[in-house]
């Protein structure tokens, strides 16, 4: 009888031994899954919301230009991307649709001068939805002392209400020609700041450390 006794014992101490070995392997395996699900879910809540966030526009030209000969990358283009790098900021170009922004040098500057004497507003590719920035870096070479006329499009096909534009400029001699003032009324919800920055075309494209250095003053200045 004894032995009976102590045969149901050792079973029942073999079962309670079984059982605490399962649970403690059911809690290894799903401690880490149930880890795993709130990192998941912090990382969800953390996700960029479109707040406070920043987008460097602009419209650019390779090809041949005026001091600085035959160039891959646009001058204006070289600065926009240094803005972004510095800042974070995303990038978007404005690219026209006409084939004929490929002319020579000369016969662009005269085409380009036609766009502004007939008040042209040239098409481009493509959009951005401005919903997700409230600062906006708007970049452009001087054409005739004014914005290319293609960037009148842009602004005028898109919402700026409530967001905050710096713009910046590339030149071949005549600054910013004060169109700080001429983008404001464009786009008369936005809050247009009136510290422009100008780079000549020829430091952005052959004294890049300098451009950079002119680039992070500015943005130093702005913040």
Same mark, same amino acid.
């Given at each position: 009888?004894?032995k009976i006794i102590s045969v149901i014992l050792i079973l029942s101490l073999l079962f309670a031994l079984s059982a605490c070995a399962k649970t403690g392997s059911e809690a290894e395996t799903t401690t880490p899954d149930a880890t795993q699900t709130t990192t998941e879910t912090s990382g969800a809540e953390t996700e960029p919301?479109?707040?406070?966030? *920043? ?6 030209? #390779?090809?041949? %230009? ?13 600065? *926009? ?5 510095? +800042? =974070? @900021?995303?990038? &978007? ?22 766009? %502004? ?27 005739? =002392? ?7 499009? &842009?602004?005028?096909?898109?919402? &700026?209400? =409530?967001?905050?534009?710096?713009? &910046?400029?590339?030149?071949? =001699? ?5 169109? @700080?003032?001429?983008?404001?009324? +464009?786009?008369?919800? #936005? ?6 920055? #100008?780079?000549?075309?020829? +430091?952005? %494209?052959?004294? %890049?450390?300098? #451009? ?12």
């Amino acid at each position: 009888m004894k032995k009976i006794i102590s045969v149901i014992l050792i079973l029942s101490l073999l079962f309670a031994l079984s059982a605490c070995a399962k649970t403690g392997s059911e809690a290894e395996t799903t401690t880490p899954d149930a880890t795993q699900t709130t990192t998941e879910t912090s990382g969800a809540e953390t996700e960029p919301t479109g707040e406070h966030k *920043a987008v460097v526009i602009y419209f650019s030209r #390779a090809g041949e %230009q005026y001091g600085v000969g035959t160039i891959e990358k646009g001058n204006t283009k070289i600065v *926009a991307e240094m803005i972004a790098d510095k +800042t =974070g @900021a995303d990038l &978007f170009e404005i690219e026209p649709t006409d084939s004929r922004y490929d002319l020579s040098y000369d016969d662009l500057n005269d085409y380009a001068k036609k766009e %502004q004497a007939d008040n042209a507003r040239p098409e481009y590719k493509g959009n951005i939805n401005l919903s997700s920035y409230d600062t906006v870096y708007l970049g452009y070479p001087i054409w005739w =002392g004014d914005l290319p006329m293609i960037v009148y499009s &842009f602004l005028e096909n898109n919402n &700026f209400s =409530g967001k905050t534009v710096y713009a &910046f400029c590339t030149h071949a =001699g005549s600054g910013d020609a004060g169109t @700080a003032g001429n983008i404001a009324k +464009t786009i008369p919800d #936005a809050a247009v700041s009136d510290d422009l920055l #100008a780079i000549a075309g020829t +430091t952005a %494209q052959n004294e %890049q450390d300098k #451009a950079l250095s002119e680039v992070e003053e500015w943005l130093n200045e702005i913040k």
